[in-house]
């Protein structure tokens, strides 16, 4: 199969690294195209390897998300997948700004809408 799903791996644990490589190369549609054991590798990684699919540990993610989109929609799907704020780019810039400052200052893991 050449369409094969191309998956980025990663988590803090090497024993799950490796587990989940395993489980994703053992399927046929699927190829484990990278692993990374940190916030600052998988970054890196998914610039090189360009995955369709991330498997993120949540311990590893200390970043906040915000939105920034033309469409109403993406921001209740944004909520509902943890994103802290979402700005719709038809919204005065001083919306995003107020976001991204927030979001820096707030902890992981909260959220305002």
Known sequence: MTNRVRVL????????RENLRYLVD???DMECVG?????????DLCH???????????D????Q????TIESEICEVARWQGAFACVLKDAPY???IDAVRRAGYAPVGSETF
């Open 9 to 16: 791996i990663a988590d803090d644990h090497p024993s799950v």
């Open 26 to 28: 053992a399927e046929g």
């Open 35 to 43: 692993v990374a054991k940190d916030g600052l590798r998988c970054v």
């Open 48 to 58: 090189e390897v360009a995955p369709q699919v991330l498997v993120l540990d949540g």
């Open 60 to 63: 590893l993610p200390d970043i």
């Open 65 to 68: 998300i915000v939105m920034y």
């Open 94 to 96: 001083e919306m995003l």
